[in-house]
């Protein structure tokens, strides 16, 4: 190995979810919404003046953070946004957990945060989730951590630990910041966003890619005190001074106008999901409660990686995670009535032929 | 101070150029292109499907990766692309010059490197510029840096190094990666890019911010050999799966298919630089000689921060940077005819005056 190449920060990198070339496929592999995003974002791309792109676009993101504004009834000066969740998340921990101390976040969750603390040198332990899979509440509030990154409902397991639960950790860690990374909560969860107001280290982050249906705007955001939303907005602008460009700007602020659109789509995700989870019990999976966009389903006969394999052989992609608690499940991502139809009715022979 | 915020990481933030809310100025503050980007660009945007935004965008950019290797004779797996050359640069400090060695780049020169440097905890030492402004060569032939970045021309002073400097200084630093910043490369100076050839520790970033009037598209992109742009990958992975959303992945490709637009804009701005630095001349500026869209001026009898505050109220806005050697220059942006005819109107009454 040359000298320049000792030199390299080595790692191994997030390996993200399929995307298959072929459009004859059913992919439930990345917890994309199945509907297209809102009307008034086709009218914005349509409207939008491609002269004004030599210019450089708000660094501020003003109109965006407006609309989030109004959507959300929280002041511009404690919203934050960014390019996608991951932008978001990233930019927090260089913000809040580079003290040199202990972060903590669950065993089983978003397979990005310790791909990130490794990245950025940060010293972390991860909080086992309880046999059921729910996030041992206990294990958070020591009271001794340099910052906690919960993502509620969790990832990859679908399970709301409710706001009492997770207040109680807020509550107990006034010595970091505590992130609740809130990428999923549109499925039926209850926001901690009202404890922003009580909590002035807590930081919840949100983003456009499920519920909005805009996975390939990349759009994050993330609510807070003053002074959190402060520090980020330093840290963000001493990295990229420009990072949202003013296409998705105008897309996001779109996408904000029509919460008619917006609630009717989660509502049909949530009946699907709710469906899927009777058919799912009736072939024999067993599964967390989800309430989010996708199930994390088990069957106690049949290996998830033989199902993965036959699913995946008939166009159908759902995700499989290597791992000790989690390699007998698949991740199986909500998407429209006929989709599902055409899952479960593989799934349906498919266990027959093998019982 | 309570706890939590002690564990906090302050920076102090890049201040970027000032984005006037009226559309009444004449705007040479920010080295945007003054013509708008490619015809094309337009119907990549009309022809966009928006409801294909519910899905990830193509985390490898390979539409726009293809079109960046046709287009430089590059292979695509040398090409990395980025969230404008700012995301590139990061992602290049991040991945080089993190190894806890001391890294160089000049006194003067582009504001982000040493907000990297702080950000990321890495030691630095800047080699300061001659007396004419121009690299000091030697300076940075030591070969004991751990990283080195130049950009080429250099800003804000546009003066342009030559390739046989700069394969001198990488040619004596086998032991680092060495960064051509090539930001304003296409007004004029000479590009280093056939060295990756040569040198595999060799990377050379570009963007469509300046000669492919994209500021508000955010696309950066960086030449290298492959074991260099595999390691920035590798980073860029475990930090963002999905940085470059769909929408400006197509403007990026549409850009690169006029090639007859980009050098005829290219030229009408160089050709206007130079018609500037004849009247500059006739004012009583110095300026070094730039081979970039802007040019650094400075006059002997009246302090650049006058002539700044005097432009900026007859809404003419340039760039003055604080900082010993450099407060009393100003640089300004080349803009269209007009607005370069405007600029000298009002500075050879206002120096009359002054007189």
């Given at each position: 190995m040359s000298s320049w190449e000792e030199k390299v920060h080595k790692v191994t990198p997030y390996t993200p979810g399929e995307q298959p070339k072929s459009t004859n496929v059913i992919k439930l592999n990345t917890n994309e919404n199945p509907y297209p995003p809102a009307g008034a974002v086709q009218k914005a791309i349509a409207d939008f003046d491609y002269e004004s792109l030599r210019k450089y676009p708000d660094p501020t993101a003003a109109g965006l953070i407006g609309a989030l504004s109004d959507t959300y009834g929280v002041p511009a000066d404690q919203i934050f946004v960014g390019v996608g969740s991951d932008d978001v998340l990233a930019m927090s921990f260089l913000s809040f957990f580079t003290s040199g101390e202990k972060i903590l976040f669950p065993d089983v969750t978003y397979s990005f945060y310790d791909v990130w603390a490794d990245e950025f040198r940060i010293p972390f332990e991860t909080v086992p989730l309880l046999p059921d899979f729910s996030i041992d509440i206990d294990g958070f509030c020591k009271g001794d951590a340099a910052g906690i990154v919960i993502p509620n409902p969790n990832a990859p397991t679908g399970l709301d630990a409710g706001t009492a639960a997770l207040e109680k950790i807020i509550r107990s860690n006034p010595q970091c910041v505590v992130i609740?990374?809130?990428?999923?909560?549109?499925?039926?969860?209850?926001?901690?966003?009202?404890?922003?107001?009580?909590?002035?280290?807590?930081?919840?982050?949100?983003?456009?890619?499920?519920?909005?249906?805009?996975?390939?705007?990349?759009?994050?955001?993330?609510?807070?005190?003053?002074?959190?939303?402060?520090?980020?907005?330093?840290?963000?602008?001493?990295?990229?001074?420009?990072?949202?460009?003013?296409?998705t700007q105008k897309v996001g602020v779109a996408a904000l106008s029509d919460p008619e659109y917006f609630k009717m789509r989660c509502l049909a995700i949530i009946n699907e999901r709710e469906r899927a989870k009777k058919r799912f019990t009736e072939l024999g999976f067993d599964f967390p409660d989800s309430k989010s966009n996708f199930i994390f389903v088990?069957?106690?006969?049949?290996?998830?990686?033989?199902?993965?394999?036959?699913?995946?052989?008939?166009?159908?992609?759902?995700?499989?995670?290597?791992?000790?608690?989690?390699?007998?499940?698949?991740?199986?991502?909500?998407?429209?009535?006929?989709?599902?139809?055409?899952?479960?009715?593989?799934?349906?022979?498919y266990l027959e032929e093998k019982a």
């Open positions: 609740i990374d809130e990428a999923y909560v549109d499925f039926g969860a209850e926001s901690v966003l009202p404890l922003i107001e009580k909590y002035d280290n807590l930081l919840v982050t949100q983003t456009f890619s499920k519920s909005r249906a805009l996975a390939g705007s990349r759009i994050g955001f993330a609510f807070g005190s003053k002074k959190l939303i402060k520090y980020l907005n330093d840290v963000k602008y001493s990295f990229n001074s420009y990072t949202m460009d003013a296409i088990h069957h106690p006969k049949v290996a998830a990686e033989d199902i993965f394999a036959a699913l995946r052989e008939n166009n159908i992609f759902v995700r499989h995670f290597d791992g000790e608690r989690v390699h007998d499940h698949l991740r199986v991502t909500i998407g429209t009535e006929e989709q599902m139809d055409a899952l479960f009715e593989f799934l349906g022979k």
